[in-house]
């Protein structure tokens, strides 16, 4: 049963627009992330934030922002799309417990078409 | 620095087979590991783990998967494959301690023949 939901399922926009997908948890979980899958499957971290701190990847371009209004929502802002940010965006949740953060719980993903 | 590498990138399996997919990792510290799998079109979905204790962890329909310091190693095993088991499964290690975000493998994809 999914406990973490995305919106939309997929979004195709052209170079230099600017997009924001949403990622809601209803699992009561302290700590979310984006994840971004390329057309490889390989997963990279992008960013990992709870009501404490917020982990941005160093590799995530700058056009790249979280934004949270409550520890339930953690949205995903594109300032000015490029066409290497064609991907599956992956949201995900935890809690946060004495080891590591055990297990996450993932979104279906938004599917984003640059062209 | 946390790495984990999948060797295989395709496996192709027939119904009733077993399958063993193979994860090594390098870390010096404690570590967690897990391995998620992931139908298409879909998010992954959480199989198991292991921090300490027993090295041999069972998980959700039929997985399984052992624990080896000395290889460092992770390797997922289901006695016999389903169908439905088709999907592309992933490794996963974090630092035990620090709240840290998982870093996953690159993947194989299992494809099971009728």
């Known amino acids: 049963e999914t406990a973490v939901f995305q919106t939309p399922n997929y979004h195709v926009t052209q170079v230099g627009n600017e997009v924001s997908f949403n990622c809601k948890q209803t699992l009561g979980h302290d700590t979310m992330y984006w994840y971004k899958q390329d057309s490889k499957k390989l997963l990279k971290i992008m960013f990992s934030y709870n009501n404490k701190q917020l982990i941005v990847n160093e590799t995530v371009p700058r056009r790249f922002s979280p934004q949270s209004s409550d520890k339930a929502h953690l949205n995903l802002r594109i300032k000015s799309v490029e066409p290497e940010d064609s991907a599956v965006y992956l949201c995900?949740?935890?809690?946060?417990?004495?080891?590591?953060?055990?297990?996450?719980?993932f979104g279906h993903g938004t599917k984003l078409s640059v062209l | 620095t946390q790495t984990v590498s999948q060797s295989d990138a395709h496996v192709t399996v027939f119904e009733g087979d077993s399958v063993e997919l193979r994860c090594n990792y390098s870390y010096g510290g404690s570590i967690y590991l897990s391995w998620y799998i992931q139908h298409h079109g879909r998010g992954l979905q959480f199989l198991l783990k292991?921090?300490?204790?027993?090295?041999v962890v069972q998980g959700v329909n039929g997985f399984e998967a052992e624990f080896s310091k000395s290889d460092s190693s992770f390797h997922l095993r289901k006695a016999s494959v389903h169908w439905s088991d088709s999907a592309v499964y992933f490794c996963?290690?974090?630092?035990?301690?620090?709240?840290?975000?998982?870093?996953f493998g690159t993947g194989t994809t299992v494809s099971v023949s009728p």
């Open positions: 996963a290690v974090s630092a035990a301690q620090g709240g840290r975000a998982l870093i």
């Open positions: 292991y921090y300490s204790g027993n090295p």
């Open positions: 995900a949740s935890s809690q946060e417990t004495g080891i590591s953060n055990e297990r996450l719980f």
